[in-house]
């Protein structure tokens, strides 16, 4: 049987600041370089599962394909999907949605969990944020739901600098609600986690 050829991540055909301002430099190395090579590579990872599937005469099982599996993704509301995704074509919106495309890559990247709670607000709205080292900041999500939430974390900076820290949070009424201090300045990444899951992820710049 022949191997299943695996995928590459193509280059940006311009520079990474060619976007500017809409989207920043930074935060364009953050899309292509780490979130888009992460969907290549799980892409890779599924196939070479299939393959040896087929190779072995084997049933393969979809869920051990995909790193946080769920199926709400598939049946997501409205809101949450346009949020997840921008049509090519704007007729294709299905009820509320980021009016344009400037808009839609504003908004964080957002992740599995969005789909799997439901998301429906979030503040900060931007994916660029901007802080005060040291000074408490808000974190707001309006979920369709809260009722299975046990943990929230922060994935915090890149690389080397990398660290994941729990934080203590307030969930009800679809809300869920938590502050943090960011203890150094610099630019980098922020996740956010609900249940070990990822919800979304921002680029904040701490001064």
Excluded: C
Aim: without cysteine; glycine residues 4%.
């Amino acid at each position: 049987m022949e191997k299943i050829k695996t995928f590459t991540l193509p280059k940006l055909p311009y520079d990474y600041n060619a976007l500017a301002p809409f989207i920043s430099e930074q935060q364009l190395k953050l899309h292509h370089d780490k979130h888009h090579q992460a969907y290549v590579n799980g892409a890779n990872a599924i196939f070479e599962k299939l393959d040896k599937a087929r190779s072995e005469n084997a049933d393969a099982d979809m869920k051990v394909f995909t790193k946080y599996y769920t199926d709400a993704y598939f049946f997501t509301e409205k809101e949450t999907f346009n949020l997840l995704h921008y049509p090519d074509n704007e007729a294709w919106k299905l009820g509320k949605a980021p009016k344009n495309k400037t808009d839609f890559f504003e908004l964080p990247v957002l992740k599995v969990a969005a789909a799997e709670f439901g998301l429906k607000k979030f503040s900060p709205n931007e994916g660029k944020v901007k802080t005060k080292v040291n000074k408490a900041f808000k974190f707001s999500f309006t979920l369709k739901n809260t009722g299975d939430i046990v943990k929230v974390e922060l994935g915090v900076g890149e690389k080397k600098k990398y660290k994941v820290i729990e934080v203590s949070f307030n969930s009800s009424a679809g809300q869920l609600v938590f502050s943090y201090k960011f203890e150094e300045e610099n630019a980098y990444p922020v996740t956010v986690f609900i249940n070990g899951k990822e919800l979304a992820t921002y680029l904040f710049e701490v001064e």
